[in-house]
Nanobody, 123 residues
Framework: QVQLVESGGGLVQAGGSLRLSCAAS????????MGWFRQAPGKERDIVAA????????YYTDSVKGRFTISRDNAKNTVYLQMNSLKPEGTAVYYC????????????????WGQGTQVTVSS
């Protein structure tokens, strides 16, 4: 069982930045692809970004390309999401997820999930 703990959420003005972190309990963290998802009130949970187990491959949903950066530090069992130029439509609960694969398949969820961290972007 992989335990994931997100941190770094909060309230920020439009145009501002936040850095989310997700710490994993799993010693074999480097064998998991990792993803960040978000869920706004009344909407489905959608993928924001994903990164392969070795960090070589990344994926971003179109709406965050050029503004968000996903990265990981396998020595620290941690994945990050740097969010710049935040927009009010980015307000959501952000979830970290782990998948037992080297890469993240398109349109698939995670095998393990964190509890989520709230990000609120004010206009």
């Amino acid at each position: 069982q992989v335990q994931l703990v997100e941190s770094g959420g909060g309230l920020v003005q439009a145009g501002g930045s936040l850095r989310l972190s997700c710490a994993a309990s799993e010693r074999t963290f480097s064998s998991y692809a990792m993803g960040w998802f978000r869920q706004a009130p009344g909407k489905e949970r959608d993928i924001v970004a994903a990164i392969s187990s070795n960090g070589a491959g990344t994926y971003y949903t179109d709406s965050v390309k050029g503004r968000f950066t996903i990265s990981r530090d396998n020595a620290k069992n941690t994945v990050y999401l740097q969010m710049n130029s935040l927009k009010p439509e980015g307000t959501a609960v952000y979830y970290c997820a782990a998948r037992r694969s080297s890469s993240w398949p398109v349109n698939r969820g995670g095998d393990y999930w964190g509890q989520g961290t709230q990000v609120t972007v004010s206009s």
